[in-house]
């Protein structure tokens, strides 16, 4: 199955929506399922690419915010894990992926790529969203270096 970045910032982003606080002021834990389930339907992925982006950003073990040993099913799928929010690093990779410019520039230069792994499309955040908090031309000038690039190596 091929991972696809709005997956990711879906999953990202239902997991941060999730972490609420209660009255007492405490956050209440929950599946990661409920998280998954919220997500409206979209025609850039399915529920399945849901679930496996998941997996993913689960398996580097950095960007949630874990409470319990996770359960699996006898198929060995992940079935249940409950969760607080996100990591500091779930926030950062969360923050650049909702940024509309950062996201775009991400999402070409994947294309252009034939696709990103996790480690990758967190790094081509940091990277871009420095970029473009020194320079707002930037993601101009990195789409325009991704073209260029493609054009070369055709």
Do not use: Q, W
């Amino acid at each position: 199955m091929e991972l696809k970045e709005e997956a990711v910032r879906a999953v990202l982003i239902s997991i941060k929506n999730c972490s609420k606080e209660s009255d007492d002021g405490k956050i209440n834990p929950f599946n990661y399922a409920v998280a998954i389930n919220k997500i409206e339907d979209s025609k850039d992925y399915s529920k399945a690419e849901l679930y496996y982006a998941f997996e993913l950003l689960f398996k580097e073990n950095m960007y949630f915010n874990i409470v319990d040993n996770p359960s699996y099913d006898h198929n060995g799928n992940l079935d249940y894990v409950r969760l607080r929010g996100l990591t500091v690093n779930g926030h950062e990779l969360c923050k650049n992926l909702e940024n509309p410019s950062v996201f775009k520039a991400v999402k070409e230069k994947s294309k252009k790529a034939g696709g990103f792994g996790i480690k990758t499309i967190a790094s081509t955040c940091t990277v871009v969203a420095t970029a473009l908090m020194n320079d707002p031309n930037s993601i101009n000038n990195l789409v325009e270096g991704v073209k260029n690039i493609t054009g070369m190596v055709k």
